[in-house]
């Protein structure tokens, strides 16, 4: 999975929640994407590609995470919702 993340930019957003660390790494196209590792690379994976909408675009949409009870929640914006809270 170290090939998968060679080509991420700006890796930040490191947070525990549970037994895994879960960060963000941004893309050649300038989108955001929400990872998961438990430190080995078998157990680090992409989970979802973090405002994947043109409505969400905006200057001022930005990505929330917080940690509670083992559990990750953060922000996401979609065409179909907007920006809700996501677990």
Same mark, same amino acid.
């Given at each position: 999975?170290? /090939? $998968? !993340?060679?080509? @991420?930019?700006? !890796?930040?957003? $490191?947070?525990l929640?549970?037994? @895994?660390?879960?960060f963000?790494?941004g893309t050649?196209?300038? @989108?955001?994407? +929400?990872?998961?590792t438990?430190? /080995?690379?078998?157990? /680090? @994976?992409?989970l979802?590609? +973090?405002?994947n =909408?043109?409505?969400?675009? =905006?200057?001022?949409?930005?990505?929330e /995470?917080?940690a509670y009870? #083992?559990? !990750?929640?953060?922000?996401?914006?979609?065409d179909?919702? #907007?920006?809700e809270?996501?677990?």
């Amino acid at each position: 999975n170290d /090939t $998968l !993340l060679r080509n @991420k930019q700006n !890796l930040g957003g $490191l947070i525990l929640a549970g037994n @895994k660390i879960f960060f963000t790494a941004g893309t050649e196209d300038f @989108k955001s994407e +929400l990872w998961v590792t438990d430190g /080995t690379a078998a157990g /680090t @994976k992409k989970l979802i590609t +973090l405002n994947n =909408s043109t409505a969400c675009q =905006s200057p001022g949409v930005g990505i929330e /995470t917080m940690a509670y009870n #083992g559990k !990750l929640y953060f922000s996401n914006c979609d065409d179909e919702h #907007g920006n809700e809270i996501w677990v």
